[in-house]
């Protein structure tokens, strides 16, 4: 009994992860680029009271164990990096990556940043940034007597200037890809960073090597389901609610056991 109560809290810390993680995921339901995670769990060590095969007598064997679960835990947040919709603005520093790949962009530590988040600004010296300020990497600038921007499916940024018949190219913007994307590491505003585990960045022009190729007048949109993530709240809600029940149940029991030594 005392084993169940231990058991049954296991497994609602577990399911409060569970519901954080799908609180996360609809808080960012509108957010760009976001990509929604999920919580992977794992059962905890077994207490072995008899192992399978130990001997029953003198010719015959237990053909299966007794083991004494001792509940759940969280293994990791797995993050899924599948494409969301394409919504379309008509603003032409919105950019969206279709297939695999991220925007990389100066952090003001010196680092690089990754992101799916494709809405770009203007600074004050025409540099192309994020809502946060950070400069897309490498740096593109456009002219301020520019009239119109381009920027086609592989990167390649021309403008129409004022007095030029022919657009002129200031710049080509590079992707990155991972070996393993769902190892990096989440910043937060949108913004991911290398670990050991993603592996080291492969960069290249849009549309090369398998990455992404680029759609200006789009933003790409959160992947995450608002219908899904609602059955998966009641989930973890239903299962959360039946490991407190596993706990009143045990304490009843107990509350049982010390009534007979009354």
């Not at 080509?172 to 592996?199: C, D, K, W, Y």
């Amino acid at each position: 009994m005392i084993r169940a109560l231990y058991t049954a809290a296991s497994g609602m810390a577990a399911q409060q992860a569970n519901i954080d993680t799908v609180a996360h995921n609809l808080a960012n339901v509108n957010t760009t680029g976001f990509k929604k995670g999920r919580i992977e769990f794992a059962d905890l060590v077994y207490q072995q009271v008899r192992a399978a095969g130990s001997p029953t007598s003198a010719s015959t064997e237990a053909p299966t164990g007794t083991e004494m679960g001792l509940g759940a835990r969280t293994v990791t947040t797995a993050r899924d990096f599948s494409s969301g919709n394409l919504r379309s603005t008509s603003n032409p520093l919105d950019l969206a990556l279709q297939g695999r790949g991220f925007f990389q962009v100066s952090l003001p530590d010196g680092g690089i940043g990754y992101s799916r988040a494709g809405a770009f600004h203007l600074s004050s010296d025409g540099s192309l940034v994020t809502g946060d300020g950070f400069k897309l990497e490498p740096a593109i600038t456009i002219p301020a007597n520019a009239t119109s921007i381009s920027i086609s499916a592989s990167g390649v940024v021309s403008v129409s200037v004022s007095g030029q018949s022919a657009p002129q190219q200031v710049g080509t913007i590079e992707i990155a890809s991972f070996q393993n994307p769902a190892g990096l590491t989440a910043q937060g505003g949108n913004i991911f960073v290398v670990s050991t585990a993603s592996g080291e960045p492969v960069t290249g022009a849009p549309g090369t090597d398998g990455m992404g190729t680029l759609a200006q007048g789009f933003l790409e949109e959160s992947n995450v389901s608002v219908v899904e993530e609602m059955v998966n709240m009641i989930l973890g809600q239903r299962a959360y609610e039946a490991n407190s029940k596993v706990i009143k149940a045990a304490d009843e029991m107990l509350q049982q056991v010390n009534a007979m030594g009354r």
